[in-house]
């Protein structure tokens, strides 16, 4: 028997153009909770899917009790007795409780030669395991129905029914109230009870402190090192996940900014555990970096100014003018212009030509007499306007799925420069680009800041806002928790207000 | 707070309501339309329908679709009717044939909609061509293949008549007699929607049909075989479409290779009015029967009071998308 339950060796995992796992070591003892942290990108995420045989690692080694296993598949996971509970939880929304429970594993009885569903054992199995975790669920409600905390104990009651000797947890109590959490807390101990492992991830720092036994750290894919939890204090957690050098650059920025070209007064979403109360302004040529952790509705924010998302209180004023943004057509008719976070998902149209990609946005500055579209122009002004932004592509009529992130994501700048914006609103512009195209991305927005074009930039790499933003307003759980000036700010700062609101 | 249950309460039970004013509006207009004969007519209309819209009711709830039911329901009714002509029939199908029993051309029928089935199934589950294109090359092929059937001499694309009186009586036939008597072809309607609902409600394979539609991630990572999930239910989908054309040749005492067309969209209309999901993972025995049934009412019903025949298929049309409408507000995501 060894001393760890769970051992990860040096493991390694290389994407195109980027290190995600570097050597990462974690080693989980049974029947304590082991807290996994790094900022946004550091490879956390990573390393579960590996652990699931998503991703299979380039190197490294995993043992179980000692021994050598190899993971290819969740099924594979699963059968180990290691268990994940998602951020996002997947669940069959239509059906109950306890057929999501025994999925792909009912209790059957014999009816003649049939072998039908045995719904009473079922009820009373899964009746069972509620009252052995003293969870408060009912087996036949529509889990569809249900909060999201309780969709999360049903699926905690389903890892102890598979006999889950590890369980991993993301994030999971981003969407919990103070009580709920309190009551995650107990089946988790009851958990370390049974000699269960739970690996924890998540942002807050004191609830790290409170539940965690140890906690590894990663940083840029590498790992830090484990300590004992009552080694460690909030400053010491921050300094360990931030402390790095800068490596990337960031090119100098000549922007001056100017008037008050956008003003949002107590903006509120409809829904209450997004953004609320959120007041800010943006100065022309400004560029304003939005700070914070993944679920702090900083992309639910932007997108509400741009029309996608309901409002249900407070104004915005573009050039001290009232305005009311029900759709994205009304966004672009007051020039405003938003590059999303999905560059795949809402961003390009993968089987359509650069050319096309570029002016999809602006297709009624082309249409000629009978409603055609001018041709000549069309290409012209996507000619040039690739070229402004040297877009590395064979030809204009190239596919757009054929091009670099980096080079895709130029494309949309030059889509939306064509409608002539005055305020570009930039979610995550360089998520998945490799690090010589974010030097050139940084160009771009740096330029456009200068062109008096007023920027506001969502990033979760720390980094990048400190090196490109004027003023950095951080958001915390829909709040806003500060803004700080983008040239002494420091990441220390921004990481305290980032978790400013968090129990 | 009562207003919003009463709300709730509509919204989950709209196609029954509809269903029952339709039956109001008819009587009232017509009070003779509330009768033993009426409703034997309406069951006896249904019943066919039922098992068809049963059997698309499998494919739509894992997300799918079926488009070649109404041609499999033509293929069988034509395989069982050439089999199970009289002796002395003037142009028989095959002119030496002699005396089968009747259960062999029944269950071949339903086999070879089965056969059907498992290859819309294979198609779908092995090549992942979507349901939609799958099952329209598969209607466009088995249509082929029925006509080729059908042209055979010594028939020669005759229409086929001449059916033995044991396997029309099936058709026509009935428990009792006058008025309170019930159709074998409704009685047999009745036991298939049982045995569906105990396969949708009590096995493993239709949770596991609710599982695939509802999240196919979810179910594969519960560690269910979706293939062969798929191919099951596209199969047993198959052979309901068997066992109706069997019974609508019986019905009608003949087939053409004409059979079925379009059944196959009359069959997905029940189910959508009927609540059944086309994204996959709702509906229930229930739900299919009373769509069925708002159907056969519109048609019957709409006939007995003398509506023009175009303007109940306008009404049809309407009823398709308000049904649908409406439902579709209980899944409407917000953000």
Redesign the interface.
Known sequence: MSEFLLEMRQITKEFPGVKALDQVDLKVRPGTVHALMGENGAGKSTLMKCLFGIYKPDEGEIYLNGQKVVINNSKDALQYGISMIHQELHPVPHRNVMENMWLGRFPLKKFGPFSLIDDQKMYQDTQQLFQSLQMDLEPKTIVGSMSVSKVQAMEIAKAVSYNAKVIVMDEPTSSLTENEVEHLFQIINEMKRRGVAVIYISHKMEEILQISDEVTIMRDGKYIGTWAASELTTDLIIARMVGRDLTNRYPERTNQPGKTVLRVEHLSSSFEKSFQDVSFELRQGEILGVGGLVGAQRTELIEALFGLRSIASGNIYLNDQLVKIKSPVTAIKHKLALLTEERRVTGVFPMLSVMENTVIANLYRYIKPYKLLDEKKRKEDAASSIARLRVKTPSINTLIKDLSGGNQQKVLFARWLLTEPEILLLDEPTRGIDVGAKFEIYSIIAELAKQGKSIIMISSEMPELLGMSDRIMVMCEGRLSGVVDGRVATQEEIIRLATRFMS | MDLKRLKSFLSQNAIYLVLFVLIAAIAITDSRFFSIVCLRDILLQSATRVIIALGAAFVLITAGTDLSSGRMVGFAAVISASMLQIPDYACRFFPNLPQIPLWIPILLSILVGLLFGLINGCIVARFSVPPFIATLGTMVIIYGINSIYFSLPPNNSQPIGGLRPDFTNLGSGAIGTGEYSLPYIVLIAIAVAAIVW?VFN???LG??M??IG??V???K????NVSRNLLYIYAIAGALYGLAGVLEAARTGGATNNYGNMYELDAIAACVVGGVSTAG??GTVAGVLAGVLIFSVINYGLTFIGVNPYWQLIIKGLIIIIAVAFDIRKYLA??
């Open positions: 105990v009590k096995t493993q949770k596991n609710y599982a509802g999240n991630n979810a179910a990572v519960s560690g269910i993972g709702i917000k953000r």
